[in-house]
């Protein structure tokens, strides 16, 4: 997560050619670049760069990624979105395309927009584009750094100059990005940007071909929704964490095994999915707030142990983030297919509540959210996001920590203690919650188990008592309904069009309606943000108050359409869905595009 941008204005640096007799810019104030090449060329590397620089411009940015689950090889490229006003899309077209080899300009050349321009790796191919400049990028650096690798800092270089960039700044951002790394590491990179600087500079029609207008989002951070979840689940009290490496969630352990021990946290890498999920039970179950994180095959493996804690009555919080499946699927690829999954998560019955965020910020604070609803109806919370959220990067207001509140539910306190005369642990209350004490607690002996029980934890098969136990753990699925995230509505409260989505697909939505609203045509917009228990006292009165609501997701069947269908068939003949599950996020104008045909 990189921090709010300086908001000082850099100087110049000596030597730079001026604009002179050039060509007046062409001023960008909503820019998409696209950095294309093979795995292990750097094209992520000059995203997060670029994504930093813009930044420090003041601008709003939204970075996305398309890679293989490779270390190396195969076509990859990334695109990164800079504009005055706040972006959580993709751009439609690209303005500039940056290519390592001419895959990538074949792969983004349809993108390309009219007044778009190929900036390529010339070190082995050619292109007669005619609004293009090739640069032998690895070879100029090859000779003097020892390495082709820096091709990509040389790039972002070359890049600078070609967006009017300011040297000062871009260095700045060089020495931001490497000043972890080694003093080797730094210099080289600088070298690099100078290389890439120098070719560029000398070619004609290059120079400040653009230029990006300084925006005034100067107090936004730029992060991931991991890097959001796994700093919320430090504010938020989270002191165990136990996973197992697996794309598109490692970042959250990742960032925890950096941060957390220095708040006396605990982060542990498990063998399996099934070690990592009962671990967080156990430390749940000592008093540790817990988490993991994990994707789809690993949410398959945890199913058995998230019933248990269900019954068990222990809380757990599981961040799942979502990739294309079934099996390994699509390690890379975004979709939102496991909802169907975790609406009926495991066998028998349990209650659990699947709340989603859509943004960065989302992701901050309903993590607190997550930990503070797991303990205070002592049940699973599943944080369902989705690889684009996950990995892309956004620009987002700093997380207020003020109104991080951690409540751990209702726990036994010593004078309660002292005035018992047993303690049971799974105690029939009015409010359906049975007061926790640890164990260890002086006083107090309890049994735990995922075999029904009644309420002092003893194993039974009793009729009557499995009914109230039954009931007592359900019927949180009701009594919770108020303090669940509330979902947010968008647009105009008199149209007649709405539109449904969740997760990182509010961002294009919100975009659609931008666009419709300049063609007169009103939509409203319900972003949900609790998915299970589905929100019917909150669906219903928007599908009432519309003609046809378009339920917009990632995945083949329309889970939450169907979701919704099954809780509301009485606004059955009203939905619609817009679906793709090609790996890609939406694009606004596809959205727009089956609305029409829609019509």
Excluded at 237 to 257: C, K, N, W
Excluded at 322 to 328: I, M
Excluded at 478 to 493: C, I, Q, S, T, Y
Aim: proline fraction near 7%; charged fraction near 20%; include cysteine.
């Amino acid at each position: 997560m990189t921090t709010p941008a300086a908001r000082t204005t850099p100087a110049p640096i000596a030597g730079d050619a001026g604009p002179g007799e050039r060509h007046r810019p062409l001023e960008l104030t909503d820019l998409s670049v696209m950095i294309g090449g093979q795995g292990g060329d750097g094209t992520l590397t000059v995203s997060d760069l670029l994504g930093r620089y813009f930044r420090k411009c003041g601008l709003y940015v939204y970075t996305s990624r398309n890679v293989l689950s490779r270390i190396r090889g195969g076509h990859a490229d990334a695109s990164v979105r800079a504009s005055r006003d706040p972006v959580a899309a993709v751009k439609p077209q690209v303005d500039v395309l940056v290519a390592f080899d001419n895959e990538a300009i074949e792969m983004g050349r349809p993108e390309l927009a009219g007044h778009g321009f190929v900036l390529y790796d010339s070190t082995g191919f050619h292109t007669d584009l005619p609004n293009s400049a090739g640069f032998p990028f690895a070879t100029l650096v090859g000779g003097p750094l020892g390495q082709p690798i820096f091709k990509n800092t040389a790039a972002y270089g070359a890049l600078s100059v070609l967006l009017g960039f300011d040297p000062t700044r871009t260095r700045a951002v060089i020495e931001e990005r490497f000043k972890r790394r080694s003093a080797e590491a730094l210099e080289k990179n600088l070298k690099a940007l100078e290389i890439g600087r120098k070719a560029a500079l000398e070619a004609p029609g290059v120079p400040e071909r653009y230029s990006v207008v300084e925006g005034e989002a100067n107090d936004l951070v730029l992060t991931t929704g991991n890097q959001a979840v796994a700093l919320g689940f430090v504010v938020g009290g989270g002191r165990f964490f136990a996973g197992y490496p697996i794309t598109p969630a490692t970042e959250v352990m990742e960032y925890l095994q950096r941060y957390l021990p220095p708040f006396g946290g605990v982060v542990r890498q498990a063998e399996d999915e099934l070690a990592a999920i009962n671990m967080v039970i156990g430390a749940s179950y000592a008093g540790a707030r817990s988490m993991t994180s994990t994707s789809g095959p690993g949410l398959s493996l945890m199913t058995e142990g998230i019933g248990h804690a269900g019954t068990a009555e222990i809380p757990v919080v599981v961040a799942d983030c979502q990739r294309v499946g079934p099996s390994t699927g699509q390690p890379t690829r975004h979709e939102q297919s496991d909802l169907s999954h975790l609406a009926n998560l495991g066998h028998g019955e349990y209650p659990r509540f699947v709340i989603a965020p859509a943004t960065p910020e989302d992701c901050f604070s309903m993590t607190v959210d997550a930990l503070n609803l797991a303990d205070r109806w002592r049940l699973p919370v599943i944080l369902l996001l989705d690889q684009a959220l996950c990995q892309n990067t956004t620009t987002s207001p700093p997380f207020d920590l003020a109104r991080v509140r951690v409540e751990r539910g209702a726990r036994v306190t010593g004078d309660e203690l002292a005035q018992m005369t047993e303690y049971r642990a799974y105690k029939f209350t009015d409010t359906g919650v049975s007061p926790y004490a640890p164990p260890g607690t002086p006083g107090v002996w309890a049994e735990i188990t995922g075999n029904e029980h009644d309420e002092w934890g003893h194993v039974s098969v009793n009729p009557t008592n499995r009914v109230r136990m039954m009931k007592k753990r359900m019927e949180k699925l009701v009594r919770a309904r108020d303090e669940l995230p509330a979902g947010r509505l968008f647009g105009d409260p008199a149209a007649k069009l709405g539109l449904i989505g969740y997760g990182s697909t509010s961002g294009p939505i919100r975009e659609v309606q931008s666009i419709l609203s300049t063609r007169g045509l009103a939509t409203r917009y319900f972003q949900a943000r609790t998915l299970f228990p589905v929100p019917v006292h909150e669906l219903d009165p928007f599908l009432s108050s519309v003609d046809v609501a378009y339920v917009v997701e990632h995945n083949y069947t329309g889970q939450f359409a169907r979701l919704i269908r099954e809780h509301l068939p009485w606004h059955h003949t009203k939905l619609r869905s817009i679906l793709k599950y090609d790996g890609a996020s939406f694009r606004a104008p596809q959205i727009v595009a089956e609305l029409k045909e829609a019509a």
